[in-house]
């Protein structure tokens, strides 16, 4: 699954957003270093409430 491409669709954008500007558009900041894997599956999960709602 390709997280990413969900993220631009769930938001309605027309292209894919890499994950630090996909949680800029969430209003939120990366936590910790980029490109660390533990570190971006974090941050990624902080997104995924925004692409799969508990009420769609």
């Given amino acids: 699954m390709n997280l ?5 669709k769930a938001c309605r954008l027309e292209r894919p957003l890499g994950l630090n500007g996909a949680l800029q558009l969430a209003g939120l900041q990366f936590n910790g270093q980029q490109h ?3 570190e971006d599956a974090r941050n ?3 997104l995924l409430p925004l ?5 769609p």
């Fill in 44 to 46: 990624t999960a902080r």
């Fill in 51 to 55: 692409i799969f709602p508990a009420n």
């Fill in 36 to 38: 660390r894997a533990l």
């Fill in 4 to 8: 990413k491409q969900r993220f631009a």
